[in-house]
């Protein structure tokens, strides 16, 4: 395929650096549905951790992913079986998209023997093999090398396999991250470089913290097309999806994709959040969810809120089974402490 | 007076070389910056340029000469209206000096290796090794140098399993920093053995993502001093995460590389990482010390299906051994050796420590103290068994580390000395190391901040009362 249009150029003559088009291509209705009801799968979840974490359930660290689920959603639409995700730690939507169980997702959360590392990784660490999640990482970064890695092992392969490294404004300004660039273009690697831009690095602005805001040109100086797409509308997320995979599968490297977004929630469930305002995240609710879009371009369409309800309902049943699993499951058993430390 | 021109030193261990061309004869014209003759060492091919002008007057040093010593003189320029005669009495003068200071021409190195300081690097004591129990009797043995050894491991482990592949600096058409990788990119092609960018960190990483995505990496850092770059993708991502996520990813990978002090460079190219790799759980840590177990080490550590860091040594890269000529010479991760039987005092090192220490056991024989040497060979995990076992017979133990001593690996092997054998010891554990301070560049010093022979047999003797 021909070089994404609204992409940063290779050699640096981007004269565009808005956001993707106004009008992406429409989704079908099945699309809509399916899109609607991952998000508000990933969207309950979370308000249910955040309850869980609330009432003690849930330790540690634990960071939400309300506001951005568009683009675990739309991207995870772009893909094939066998393609790879991996992330940092704001990381249950990645599972959930991936099509992990919700039940062992929030089993983990709680630490339990059925959570997907048995209780032994925690909200920030769960894998699985069965749906090429890669996890879950707790060093800001160290998933962008990573994912180059399962995206060099694909090209060792020999395969069309894409692998896709999910990380935030915050992360793309770690080393690391230009090291990887770097390789990935010198070997064509097929990875995408996804930067959800939720606008704070913890609680440091991207203004504040970042010399080039325009996160789709970090891969400039070596030569990899950028793009920025309006991350609260699952439609242009998954058509720019498209876009990187194709150019990803026809071996021309690697591809860099800022999702412009925002989190609702704290960084962590601790966070004061007193580094914006209560108006700022209340526009953005208002003016942009991405669940919200999608419902009402499907009720514009005649899908009646009954329908709609049905699936809250059915999403509703699988967050509450999964928080009562995640409470009835016993603990790990002591024997597993010194388990899973060597093969 | 003739100018002599003497073997130079191509690298800070380099030690001998071959001369193996000279591009001007006797009688040509030398400007200084001219290419005079071609060294080739274990580790490159270099030339040699003259740093004076004159006239190429005698060669003293046919090409094609091998182990020509550092410091040997290879010819003699002659300034304006000399002649060769001053170049023949220069070559005199030169013999008598450079006998005092040790470094034999060439002619008779072959027989009489050049002596080295001990503490820098001592020749490899073959034969104080005791006869490895795990070779079968009868097996034919072959000489070769340690970098042959590693070289030999990588490339039959390659040529067994398609997964196996190496990344590093230089490793590919450099054929290696260290030469260790020689002719790999040969046989296995750019697909199998990579070059990469200078990019420890993010090598590590892109190692440790193909180790999770099924591949077997064995990812070379040019030395383990540069891996300090890299430590966050060994530890967080390669060694935990097959806990934390409950035993489903794995990371069969292989981070190898020279570790620990080299010669004369300084304190940022001289540390040793022994103890704190060694502390890590999910990580396996290996530090040979002989070639034979260099080469079966190493099979052990690409098969393994643990992240595996495999500390080598550049001071013992060029030291021959006797390897095992077997199809698939092996050995077992986590076992030390008996190097050296005694039953007066143990003596417990790894890598290049084991030189202090054979060679302080051969003193001390000499003085009646027959001390019992183990050579770890693995540090994680640590074989407690062996130790224990020469300790309860000894009584007495001394821990011989390049490293530093607080935290050491040494005090981890006398804490389990005090936890297993306190009952048997007639002494308290005595731990030899590397100084306390960063490794200073004066040769001076340098050989003070090493642990020494004197230090190994000193220690011995203190724990012996005696």
Known sequence: MAAPKKSV?????????????????????????????????????????????????????????????????????????????????????????????????????????????????????????????YGGHGIVGAQVSLGTGLAFANRYRGNDLVSLAYFGDGASNQGQVYESFNMAELWKLPVIYIIENNRYAMGTSVTRSSAQTDFSKRGISFNIPGEQVDGMDVRAVKAAGDRAVAWCRAGKGPFILEMQTYR???????????????????????????????????????????????????????VNASADFAQQDPEPDASELYTDVYR | MAIQVLMPALSPT?????????????????????????IETDKATMEVEATDEGTLGKILIPEGTNDVAVNTPIATILADGEDASAAASALAHAKQEK???????????????????????????????QPDPEIPEGTEMVTMTIREALRDAMAEEMRRDEDVFIM???????????????????????????????????FAGVGVGAAMSGLKPIVEFMTFNFAMQAIDQIINSAAKTLYMSGGQMTCQIVFRGPNGAAARVGAQHSQDYSAWY?????????APYSAADYKGLLKSAIRDPNPVIFLENEMLYGHSGEVPKLDDYIVPIGKAKVARVGKDVTLVSWSNGMTYALKAAEELAKEGIEAEVIDLRTLRPLDTDTIIESVKKTSRAVTVEE???????????????????????????????????????????EKLALPSVADVVAAAKAVCYR
Request: contains cysteine; aromatic residues 6%.
């Open chain 1, 9 to 133: 150029a290779p050699a640096g003559q981007a004269t565009s650096n808005g956001a993707t088009p106004s009008s992406p291509p429409d989704f079908t209705r099945d699309q809509e549905m399916h899109a609607l009801r991952d998000m508000l799968l990933i969207r309950r979840f979370e308000e249910k951790a955040g309850q869980l974490y609330g009432m003690g359930a849930i330790g540690g660290f634990c960071h939400l992913y309300i506001g951005q689920e568009a683009i675990v959603v739309g991207m995870q639409m772009a893909l094939k079986d066998g393609d790879q995700v991996i992330t940092g730690y704001r990381d249950h939507g990645h599972m959930l998209a991936c099509g992990m169980d919700a039940k062992g997702v929030m089993a983990e959360l709680t630490g339990r023997k059925g959570g997907y590392s048995k209780g032994k990784g925690g909200s920030m660490h769960m894998f699985s093999r069965e749906k090429n999640f």
């Open chain 1, 264 to 318: 609702y929630r704290g960084h962590s469930m601790s966070d004061p959040a007193k580094y914006r305002t209560r108006e700022e995240v209340d526009k953005v609710r208002h003016d942009q969810d991405p669940i919200e879009q999608v419902r009402n371009r499907l009720l514009a369409a005649g899908v009646t809120e009954q329908d709609l309800k049905a699936i809250d309902a059915e999403v509703r049943d699988i």
């Open chain 2, 14 to 38: 380099m030690e001998k070389g071959n001369l193996s061309k000279w591009l001007k004869k006797e009688g040509d014209t030398i400007k200084s910056g001219d290419v005079i003759a071609e």
């Open chain 2, 99 to 129: 006998a005092a200071e040790s470094a034999p021409p060439a002619t008779e190195a072959k027989s009489a290796p050049a002596p080295k300081e001990e503490a820098a690097a001592p020749a490899a004591p073959t034969t104080a090794i």
């Open chain 2, 168 to 202: 590093g600096e230089e490793v590919a058409e450099y054929q290696g920093a260290y030469k260790v990788t020689q002719n790999l990119l040969q046989e296995f092609g750019a697909r199998r053995v990579i070059d990469t960018p200078i990019t420890e960190h993010g």
């Open chain 2, 278 to 286: 060694s502390q890590i759980p999910g990580l396996k840590v290996v």
């Open chain 2, 403 to 445: 490293g530093w001593q607080q935290s050491g690996v040494g005090a981890e092997i006398a804490a389990r000395i005090m936890e297993h054998a306190f009952d048997y010891l007639d002494a308290p554990v005595a731990r030899v190391s590397g100084k306390d301070v960063p490794m200073p560049y004066a040769a001076n010093l």
